[in-house]
């Protein structure tokens, strides 16, 4: 059975997540095509269709999904609804151990709760911190916000806090759902 991995990233963390989880199917079944939401925005159901397993990763940023995540959610949830699907949001409130799952995890409970796609699996990775390659900007506004969360402030280093047994765990269940 085919599937598609559909990703939406700010810097990178998702993209190399969602080439893990493709990485790791391909494994076990041969066909399984990998797209960036950004670059195809307007994927129609004709394409969607031909899949029997969908998969949706997307990122947070200053506490929001990307707007082309519901977008694609509100055009797409009733073939989503009726195919094998998962989700899986990055973000770096997952790198703390009681914020890391579907139920802990606020930025994916929210959405969760208002789009009308309701995915077979759901998991949280933590993301990583890239200080160096953000703008002056978001390495500031990144900072303060990663100070009061108690999180790393040394903006000359990158963090990656991804957990990448979750990821191979969580490609596995995706596997089973074939």
């Given amino acids: 059975m085919k599937t598609l991995i559909l990703y939406l990233t700010r810097d990178g963390q998702t993209q190399k997540i969602a080439e893990k989880i493709a990485s790791e199917l391909q494994q076990e079944q ?15 159901a004709d394409y969607l269709q031909q899949f029997g397993t969908i998969v949706v990763g997307a990122s947070i940023r200053y506490g929001h999904f990307d707007p082309l995540l519901t977008q694609f959610i509100n055009q797409h949830y009733a073939l989503l609804n009726q195919k094998k699907s998962a989700f899986f949001s990055v973000n770096l409130t997952a790198r703390k151990a009681d914020k890391n799952s579907p139920e802990t995890n606020v930025y994916t409970r929210k959405l969760l709760a208002r789009i009308k796609w309701q995915p077979d699996l759901v998991e949280v990775m933590a993301g990583a911190l890239f200080y160096p390659r953000y703008r002056w ?19 000359s280093r990158e963090y990656e806090y991804t957990d990448w047994h979750k990821v191979i765990t969580f490609s596995q269940q995706i596997r089973k759902l074939s």
């Fill in 137 to 155: 900007f978001d390495r500031v506004m990144i900072r303060f916000i990663m100070k009061i969360t108690g999180g790393e402030t040394d903006t």
């Fill in 30 to 44: 041969t066909d399984v095509c990998i797209l960036s939401l950004r670059e195809n925005p307007n994927i129609s």
